[in-house]
């Protein structure tokens, strides 16, 4: 018999005491120590005899400070250990700056990208640097006035990451908008009538295009 | 389970992805009681150091294994206790027993007079201090980490039956040497 088996019923009650403090007993264990508690007179003395070890106990532990540096040198050693983290892929500004348009209602968002673009134009925008833009922005007000372009209203639900990424895959470029009803200018890179109208018939099959409308098309006609 | 424990298991699942944001979490969460529990293992604050640190990056290591069968704290101290040991093992100094020896009251005062200058709770914290290693373990898991018998079992690789064992004549030794302090409790 071991020496647990050998225990009297004070004894184990002592024994599951410190469990029964500390919320985890539970089943048969927790239903005998309840039972002692509710009808032995020296089981609530008892009790507290077990609820001063518990404090006692965690004031021991607590008096150890940990060091207060240890996060960030934990963090060095995570970094030694896994190699640098990965920059996360960091958009442009411009797409920050839109995303956040396009968290608030869709009427105020498309307004106030007017005044975003008509800043993009006027500034001839150049990310220094960057690489991966999501969309160019067409530089100079001259260099916009000599492309073919098409007028695009967007949804009001479109995710800005989309529309970003078939800019980029297309070679187009926002070239001013909104208007008042949300239509955007896109500088279409079309040699001939029939590219022109192959890319507005793409940008019209694009789930976030709501209307597109023939603009300027390339001077070689079609 | 309650829902932090939820979210500790979360936390796990994204390290295992490779989230270090999460292993972060996880530190801040549970450093601090590791650290410590380390600490009463060892003895040293500067082993302690070391082996929190090492039982984090274990965690960065082993979160893809982490089958969630224990909660994330008591396979936290179970690792911390692993590194403890073999740190131990390989300690051939002793400072050890120079630190068991400061636990000890200074002898040139009796019982008596040690008794006057504190009070209780102070002097139960002094002899929860002196416990044998083996017997304020099963103690601090208990009533600091809020371990059960079963996750204390886990922690130190030893059956239910021998934690209940440890935790009898952990409190037993407690209760005489409130007994000769001049507390008698009524038990033992």
Redesign the interface.
């Known amino acids: 018999m ?3 088996e050998k ?1 009297s019923r ?2 184990e009650m ?6 029964y ?5 539970e089943g048969a264990e927790l239903e005998a120590v309840e039972e002692w508690l509710a009808n032995d007179p ?1 089981a609530l ?2 009790l507290g ?2 609820e ?11 008096a ?1 400070r ?2 207060a540096d ?2 960030s ?3 060095r ?2 970094e030694a ?2 190699g640098p ?1 990965r920059a996360p892929a960091s958009p442009s500004w411009l797409t920050q700056a839109l995303n956040r348009f396009m968290a608030v209602p869709a009427t105020v968002a498309w307004a106030a990208a007017a005044a975003l673009l008509a800043l993009v134009v006027v500034q001839s925008f150049v990310e220094p640097g960057g690489k991966g833009n999501d969309f160019e922005i067409a530089g100079a007000e001259d260099e916009l006035a000599k492309l073919p372009f098409a007028l695009v209203k967007f949804k009001p639900e479109a995710k800005m990451a989309d529309i970003a990424a078939f800019l980029d895959r297309n070679r187009l470029k926002i070239a001013g908008g909104p208007t008042a009803d949300g239509v955007f200018r896109i500088a279409i890179p079309a040699e001939t009538g029939d590219d022109y109208k192959k890319l507005l018939g793409l940008i019209a099959a694009q789930p976030f295009a709501d209307a597109v409308i023939e603009g300027r098309k390339p001077a070689s006609g079609g | 389970m309650t829902a932090a424990m939820e979210t500790d298991r979360a936390l796990v699942d994204r390290v295992a992805k490779g989230d270090r944001a999460a292993v972060r979490l996880l530190f801040m969460r549970h450093h601090a009681r590791v650290y410590r529990f380390v600490v009463r293992q060892t003895g040293s604050e500067m082993m302690a150091d070391d082996i929190a640190n090492e039982v984090f990056l274990e965690l960065w290591r082993q979160a893809p294994s982490f089958e969630g069968r224990s909660e994330v704290s008591t396979w936290l101290l179970g690792i911390a206790r692993f590194k403890a040991l073999s740190s131990l093992r390989k300690k051939k100094e002793d400072w050890i027993d120079d630190d068991d020896a400061a636990q000890v009251p200074d002898s040139a005062d009796t019982p008596e007079v040690v008794t006057m200058k504190e009070d209780k709770g102070a002097a139960l914290r002094r002899f929860v201090d002196a416990l044998p290693e083996e017997h304020r373990t099963v103690i601090d898991l208990a009533y600091y980490h809020g371990q059960s018998v079963t996750e204390i079992g886990e922690v130190l690789g030893i059956p239910v039956a021998t934690v209940k064992t440890r935790m009898f004549y952990a409190r037993k030794k407690l209760g005489e040497a409130l007994k000769a302090a001049g507390y008698d409790r009524g038990w033992p």
């Open positions: 071991s020496a647990a225990m004070r004894d002592e024994t599951l005491l410190p469990f403090l500390n919320g985890s007993l020296a003395a008892a005899e077990a001063a070890e518990f404090s006692g106990t965690a004031a021991a532990n607590e150890i940990p060091p240890a996060l040198r934990f963090a050693a995570l250990e896994a983290a």
